[in-house]
């Protein structure tokens, strides 16, 4: 998937995560910062499934940012799904492909 523009999902509340997206120009590279209330005890899983994620939907040349607030994996998921197809464009995802 292609990031076209920036984009974000999901809130601060607690239990729950934000998410943001940006394009990097002349760079094929994801960068990935994380801030998370539960850093020290999920940071790692936090860094796999972002990762897991960004090599399943094939994302290149962005940096994406994490502000999580205690967000179970499921909502991480959610969430980093919800931010792709927005910056992609794109009007669905292609669920059954997966």
């Known amino acids: ?23 990097l120009e002349d760079t094929q590279e994801v960068s990935i910062q994380i801030s998370s209330s ?3 005890q999920f940071g790692d899983a936090i860094h796999r ?6 090599k ?10 994490i502000d999580d607030k205690g967000a179970l994996e499921c909502v991480l998921k959610a969430r980093l ?6 910056a992609c464009d794109v009007e669905y995802l292609p669920w059954e492909d997966k």
């Open 56 to 65: 399943l939907h094939d994302i290149q040349g962005a940096q994406i940012i």
């Open 81 to 86: 799904e919800a931010l792709f197809a927005r």
């Open 49 to 54: 499934i972002v990762l897991e994620l960004v």
């Open 1 to 23: 998937m292609k990031i076209r523009h920036a984009a974000v999902a999901g809130t601060l509340e607690s239990s729950d995560v934000m998410v943001r997206i940006e394009p």
């Open 38 to 40: 539960v850093e020290k």
